[in-house]
């Protein structure tokens, strides 16, 4: 069964480095997604993205964050400067069409610490 | 803005009793809401979902209900098992999701 492929699964980083996480997402999918959660907590949404542009970003999603596609395959996000509260999980998703009811496949996650 | 309220946080059942989890929504507009389940170290996979225009499904022991008018919608598990253990989240919304704050379920034996 096709799945969300993520890595790396932890990625450890001192404060103010760049980091990139990479996702693989199925293969046919169009649309993409960024969430995060902060131990403990909900899942929040960060950005989604379409034909190559960002659909709609959250507030959490500032200049510090962006997002990339630069092949076929891979989805990146990358944090331009970390901070101590960047420290979370961070699933990648994809699905095949946009809009309501059509299921989004999470991947397992990079789980984020930054000393 | 948009939320999704869940309840209860914790839920602590026997093994094969019952268990349901409560969410609410603000967005009038959201349309789509699923439920996931999510295992410790792993990502959310979805287990049922069900669209605007239904007010009940089911899936053998899993069954999700939606009033649309209230902006209530609920999970219900029915003969729970000790691997039904885990933190389940509903979610809503058109395109991005917006997340409950999650249930947190523990099945004992």
Redesign the interface.
């Known amino acids: 069964e096709p799945e969300v492929t993520q890595t790396p699964s932890h990625q450890v980083t001192q404060m103010g480095q760049e980091v990139i996480l990479r996702c693989v997402p199925i293969s046919n999918h169009l649309y993409f997604y960024w969430y995060r959660q902060i131990l403990g907590q909900k899942v929040e949404f960060l950005v989604s993205f379409y034909n190559n542009e960002i659909s709609e970003k959250s507030e959490i999603f500032d200049d510090q964050f962006s997002v990339e596609r630069p092949d076929g395959s891979n989805f990146t996000l990358k944090i331009r400067s970390t901070k101590l509260e960047d420290s979370a999980m961070y699933f990648c998703a994809s699905r095949l069409t946009g809009g309501a009811g059509n299921e989004q496949f999470f991947g397992p996650g990079t789980r984020l610490t930054v000393l | 803005g948009e939320n999704v309220e869940q309840h209860p946080s914790t839920l602590s059942v026997q093994e094969g009793d019952s268990a349901v989890i409560k969410c609410t929504y603000s967005d009038s507009a959201?349309?789509?809401f699923?439920w996931?389940k999510q295992e410790l170290?792993?990502?959310?996979?979805?287990i049922i979902?069900i669209?605007?225009n239904v007010g009940e499904k089911k899936d053998q022991r899993i069954a999700v209900t939606l009033n649309k008018t209230a902006k209530h919608f609920s999970l219900h598990i029915t003969e729970t098992q000790p691997e039904d253990s885990a933190v389940y989240?509903c979610?809503a919304?058109?395109?991005?999701?917006?997340?409950?704050?999650?249930t947190r379920l523990q099945v004992f034996p």
């Open positions: 959201s349309n789509y699923p996931y170290g792993k990502g959310p996979q979805l979902d669209r605007s989240f979610a919304n058109t395109d991005k999701l917006i997340f409950g704050t999650g």
